[in-house]
């Protein structure tokens, strides 16, 4: 099946680190890479693919007030930078958790939720976001 045909919502379901959170892990230099790439920084080409843990800290964060169109309807939201224990990164949504509780070094968990609404089908698109353990 080639990706130029596919939607955006369907085209996402082919991409396994949105939805097993899955990494390359390279054993040369010790690293994980999120999104999983190709080669290494080091330039090993004989990477494993990995499932990342579902719990990190908040490393930096802000509040977008003015997001893109897809996200209108839930704006103002927090975003931040997760390191998980394997110190690979991770940008997600901070949800369920008020602003002014969020804080860097907070401990999150991973969750599996609708990220956006695609088109004007309204088709679900679902994605990970963070919560405050």
């Known amino acids: 099946m080639s990706f130029e045909s596919v939607t955006p919502a369907r085209y996402a379901r082919f991409m396994p680190q949105r939805y097993r959170l899955e990494a390359n892990y390279c054993a040369k230099c010790d690293l994980h890479h999120f999104p999983p790439r190709q080669i290494c920084k080091c330039g090993n080409k004989e990477l494993e693919t990995r499932t990342l843990p579902d719990e990190g800290e908040v490393l930096t964060y802000t509040i977008i007030h ?4 897809q996200f209108s309807d839930e704006r103002p939201f927090a975003i ?3 390191e998980l224990a394997t110190g690979a990164r991770i940008t997600a949504q901070i949800a369920d958790t008020p602003f002014d ?3 860097i070094g907070m401990r ?3 969750e599996f939720r609708r990220i ?3 088109g004007e089908a309204g088709v679900l698109a679902y994605g990970y976001k963070v ?3």
């Open 101 to 103: 509780e969020i804080e």
């Open 116 to 118: 956006q609404t695609v």
């Open 66 to 69: 003015t997001p893109g169109s």
């Open 131 to 133: 919560v405050s353990m």
């Open 108 to 110: 999150v968990k991973i």
């Open 80 to 82: 931040g930078i997760i």
